[in-house]
């Protein structure tokens, strides 16, 4: 399993940037897909989870302004971030998770997003 992210860059504050993370190899058609990031000096964080069947869970810092989807077809994710904020910029990074007799967790590279003020 491989997870390409793409689409981060440099972005002034109020502007809006869209992710993508292609996914390939064997993968359940159960699973739950989601966007995390890491600013420099803190840990990486949750931004917003979504699983097989489209339910999705956002952090408080980015509701209302960012939007999670997934086109299973292509086996791509997506994140569409409007309204930025300087305290967005990290570096983003995409996850896949799923059961096959345990948990398994893979990891994209992580894709550069930074807001200037």
């Known amino acids: 399993v491989q997870l390409q992210a793409s689409g981060g860059g440099l972005v002034q504050a109020g502007g809006s940037l869209r992710l993508s993370c292609a996914t390939s190899?064997?993968?359940?058609?159960?699973?739950?897909m989601g966007w995390y990031r890491q600013a420099p000096g803190k840990q990486r964080e949750l931004v917003a989870s979504?699983?097989?069947?489209?339910?999705?869970n956002y952090a408080d810092a980015v509701k209302g302004r960012f939007t999670i989807s997934r086109d299973n077809a292509k086996n791509t994710l997506y994140l569409q971030m409007n309204s930025l904020k300087p305290e967005d910029t990290g570096v983003y990074y995409c996850?896949?998770?799923?059961?096959?007799?345990?948990?398994?967790?893979?990891w994209g590279q992580g894709t550069q997003v930074t807001v200037s003020s």
């Open positions: 996850k896949l998770s799923f059961w096959r007799l345990r948990l398994y967790d893979y």
């Open positions: 979504i699983t097989s069947a489209g339910n999705t």
């Open positions: 190899g064997s993968i359940p058609i159960t699973n739950t």
